[in-house]
């Protein structure tokens, strides 16, 4: 047996390499070094402390806007839900309580706007009116109900409804609100204005002995829409009550900040005055200025001008706003500097040492190669693989023993006899002693599937690995071999996974066809039935009947535009098309000119829009969709919608942009998924909720993306990046043949 010669020689520094190369003899320049290299650490100590204390300023101005910014919004939602309630009332004759409790329940407070008490009505009641009035509500089922606080007033300003009616709000239900002051001076000012008002700070009927609690009401005034409101007098004469909102001011501000102030204290004030008088909230429960802390590192306050009341905030950093990570940057970066001067220094007092260096360094490197050596045997000795390594003649002179479990032999079975006694045939194809001697390079050779035996004389197929390199004119050869017998049993798995994948989109895309064209026939055929129904009859039918009729049709054209909608999702990213190359602006304007719009709604094209070598039809019908739902979804009929587009390296980024009302965030998501529409069920609109869907599958299947920005009261923008190149349909399809692969891969 031969044994392997050494892969490298430790080769230690001659005499000349470690001979005296002088010293350093100049100590003043030295220490002119550490002199500059002290003053420059100080300033950089200077400038890494102004950064921190500007960047905790920064911080604290950003955490204080955006606390003012959330509560700003947050009435502003408010306000929106008390007008939706006048709204109801403006639509409709009379709104029963079981109709307002719906409503309220539809409008799920608690989960889209925490911290609200509840949404009631207050109805205004005259002295004539009192006794009928509370015999009116007794027979609604309240046989104790009584006009609270009792007394004989001119006018009542009732709490009539009060959504959720839990244990807290019945305590207020039936309580005149226009006999406190407080709530009177709101009520008068949203009576004059027209306008949402808040109340000044009171304490809310709901309150009980326990977790009481500062709050404020806003009311919001419902007219009789018959009467003149030009003047106060026929304000006051036209108004009937008030949709309101009453709120307690902790579970209002924890509903909106949540975990927004876990780092500040933040106080609302009721006015200018800042003051424990006027105090509505605070985070701490402490008024600032009151305890024996030390002044806080950053403060601010704001005011906040709010449906006629004038709110005070006022902000105050936590201790240790700065944490100590931060605080310890500046001291760390001295540190540092220090630390980096003094090894300067000794450094450039060192180089009169490199003799004794030099000979340290050989001895050093001595040490890493017994190192590497002892590591490259771990290495193999750990794998679990089996790894050989082969001599000139083609001889075994190692074999981990992740080779003796994989074949059964021992090492010393295997040192000195043949490689070939591992293989059914030889992989190595070459004589590894036609390597050019005393190269000392590896030379790797491509990996290679063989025919492996173990002792038994079981076969299993293996993936091969090989380097060659020599050695002090001596050929050496390393083998590593895996057994792939269980991944190809894995591999025709996939590719049955795969086909079996193929026939169920098949079969999808069958029953598709089918229902999109066998139940369109039927569907024609009642609406012809029920259309000869109405000829035939004329007006011997009865009005209900016709209207029954006519909405029996209007469902069969919906069902029918829904199953439409179904064979254009189903085959949305499969339209057969060539790439051909596209003036994209030429075809935004055929497109416009196309579109059923009223003729005051403006399409406008921002800048130039590119031409490129693409899909026309799918690009068409996306671009088409997103310019139809602008227009479609608009509330005016004046509204403007824009396209622009701007190019990268790998996409085409087309922005459809419209002036309308926008879309709330929370349904961001949800306007993409199929069948999934923002309109009410019976609003009158008739889209099936497909449209961007078909949009989102079609550019997803190309590469592309789709995604939209928007708000409430802020128009649209929806923005799609179509991929600048794509393949042809065989390309296409190996690329989604590849990733069904990697989906169902272990």
Not at 45 to 54: A, K, Q, V
Not at 351 to 357: A, L, T, Y
Not at 387 to 392: C, E, G, Q
Not at 690 to 703: C, F, H, M, Q, R
Request: glycine residues 8%; contains cysteine.
């Amino acid at each position: 047996m031969t044994s392997p010669a050494p892969l490298i020689d430790t080769i230690g520094p001659s005499e000349q390499d470690v001979a005296d190369g002088g010293s350093f003899h100049s100590s003043g320049v030295a220490w002119a070094i550490l002199g500059v290299s002290l003053i420059v650490t100080a300033i950089a100590w200077y400038l890494s402390h102004s950064y921190i204390e500007d960047r905790a300023t920064d911080r604290f101005r950003f955490r204080t806007a955006e606390v003012r910014d959330a509560v700003a919004q947050r009435m502003l939602e408010y306000e929106q839900v008390l007008r939706s309630g006048v709204g109801l009332f403006a639509s409709s004759d009379h709104v029963s309580r079981e109709e307002w409790r719906k409503f309220i329940d539809n409008s799920e407070l608690q989960e889209y706007y925490p911290g609200i008490q509840g949404i009631g009505i207050s109805e205004f009641v005259s002295r004539e009116e009192k006794e009928a009035y509370e015999q009116a509500v007794r027979e609604e089922g309240f046989p104790d109900f009584a006009i609270q606080p009792e007394g004989d007033r001119k006018r009542y300003g009732v709490v009539h409804y009060l959504e959720p009616f839990d244990w807290r709000n019945q305590r207020a239900f039936g309580y005149d609100m226009y006999s406190e002051p407080t709530r009177r001076s709101a009520m008068d000012q949203a009576i004059a204005s027209g306008r949402p008002t808040i109340s000044g700070m009171v304490t809310l009927v709901q309150e009980t002995e326990t977790d009481v609690q500062r709050g404020f009401l806003v009311y919001l005034p419902i007219f009789d829409r018959s009467l003149p409101r030009d003047t106060l007098e026929q304000k006051r004469a036209a108004v009937q009550g008030f949709v309101y909102a009453p709120f307690r001011a902790n579970d209002l501000m924890q509903g909106i900040l949540q975990s927004e102030t876990s780092d500040i204290d933040f106080e609302i004030f009721d006015g200018e005055t800042l003051t424990a008088t006027h105090l509505l909230y605070d985070s701490n429960g402490t008024l600032h200025g009151t305890s024996d802390n030390a002044a806080p590192q950053f403060s601010e306050t704001f005011q906040l001008n709010l449906h006629g009341r004038t709110w005070t905030l006022y902000f105050e950093s936590k201790p240790g706003f700065i944490g100590p990570t931060e605080s310890a940057t500046s001291f760390l970066v001295a540190c540092v500097g220090l630390l980096v001067d003094v090894l300067l220094f000794l450094v450039i007092g060192s180089i009169g040492r490199r003799h004794r260096h030099a000979a340290m360094l050989a001895e050093s490197m001595t040490q890493a190669f017994r190192r590497q050596q002892k590591q490259f045997k771990a290495v193999c000795d750990s794998a679990h693989d089996p790894i050989v390594l082969i001599d000139a003649r083609g001889d075994l002179i190692y074999a981990n023993p992740a080779t003796e479990k994989t074949f059964g032999f021992t090492a010393e079975e295997l040192l000195g006899r043949s490689y070939r006694l591992l293989f059914q045939s030889a992989p190595i194809n070459r004589d590894v002693r036609s390597l050019p001697p005393g190269s000392g390079v590896f030379q790797s050779v491509a990996n290679t599937e063989q025919i492996c035996l173990r002792r038994d004389g079981d076969a299993f197929q293996a993936e091969v690995s090989m380097s060659h390199w020599s050695e002090e004119g001596q050929p050496f050869s390393a083998l590593v071999l895996r057994d792939v017998s269980d991944r190809k049993e894995k591999e025709a798995l996939i590719r049955q996974t795969v086909t079996e994948l193929e026939r169920s989109n098949r079969d999808l895309d069958d029953f598709a066809n089918i229902a999109s064209h066998d139940l369109r026939s039927p569907l024609r055929g009642i609406a012809h039935l029920a259309e000869w129904t109405i000829e035939d009859a004329g007006d011997r039918l009865p009005s209900t009947c016709t209207e029954h009729l006519q909405k029996m049709q209007d469902r069969i054209e919906l069902m029918d535009g829904l199953l439409r909608d179904l064979l254009a999702y189903s085959r949305a990213g499969k339209i057969d098309d060539r790439l051909v190359t596209v003036d994209t602006n030429e075809l935004v304007q055929q497109l416009a000119s196309l579109l059923d719009r009223p003729a005051e709604f403006g399409v406008h094209i921002e800048g130039d829009l590119p031409s490129f070598e693409t899909l026309r039809t799918p690009l068409e019908t996306c671009l088409r969709n997103l310019m139809a739902n602008a227009i479609k979804h608009h509330d005016r009929s004046d509204g403007t919608v824009t396209i622009s587009a701007t190019v990268d390296s790998h996409f085409v980024h087309f922005v459809v942009a419209d002036d309308g009302p926008g879309i709330a965030h929370a349904y961001h998501d949800r306007i993409f998924k199929i069948f999934h529409t923002l309109a009410a069920k019976d609003s009158g609109d008739s889209g099936s909720g497909v449209g961007l869907a078909i949009i989102k599958k079609t550019v997803e299947s190309y590469g592309g993306s789709i995604g939209v920005e928007s708000d409430i009261g802020q128009g649209a923008r929806f923005i799609l990046h179509w991929p600048r190149k794509i393949a042809d349909r065989s390309g296409v399809e190996k690329i989604e043949s590849n990733r069904s692969l990697r989906a169902v891969s272990p």
